[in-house]
Nanobody, 126 residues
Framework: QVQLVESGGGLVQAGVSLRLSCAAS????????MGWFRQVPRKEREFVAA????????AYGDSVQGRFTISGDNAKNTVYLQMKSLKPEDTAVYYC???????????????????WGQGTQVTVSS
């Protein structure tokens, strides 16, 4: 069993930076895939970023490429999502997710991930 707890969301103005955290327990983040997704009402969950520490690989959604960075602190068993130059369209509930597979490919589909956090709201005002 994996427990994921997100934090760091809030209300910010466009253009600023924000860092989300995802504290994991039950598995080490360095073993398998860790990802971030976001969701707005009446839309499907959107892939934001993911990492596979074992291979040192990362992947990003097109809408956040170059602005968001995923990273992990193995000692704290915590994954971060550093978000820069935030836009109103980044407003969403952000979810941390865990994919317990050793395959090298980083999945962008939410269906692939086994465990999810409860989400943290990020609201970007214009």
């Amino acid at each position: 069993q994996v427990q994921l707890v997100e934090s760091g969301g809030g209300l910010v103005q466009a253009g600023v930076s924000l860092r989300l955290s995802c504290a994991a327990s039950g598995r080490t983040i360095s073993t398998y895939h860790m990802g971030w997704f976001r969701q707005v009402p009446r839309k499907e969950r959107e892939f934001v970023a993911a990492m596979y520490s074992r291979l040192g690989s990362t992947a990003y959604g097109d809408s956040v490429q170059g602005r968001f960075t995923i990273s992990g602190d193995n000692a704290k068993n915590t994954v971060y999502l550093q978000m820069k130059s935030l836009k109103p369209e980044d407003t969403a509930v952000y979810y941390c997710a865990y994919y317990g597979s050793a395959e090298y490919r980083i999945p962008a589909s939410a269906d692939a991930y086994d465990y999810w956090g409860q989400g943290t709201q990020v609201t970007v005002s214009s």
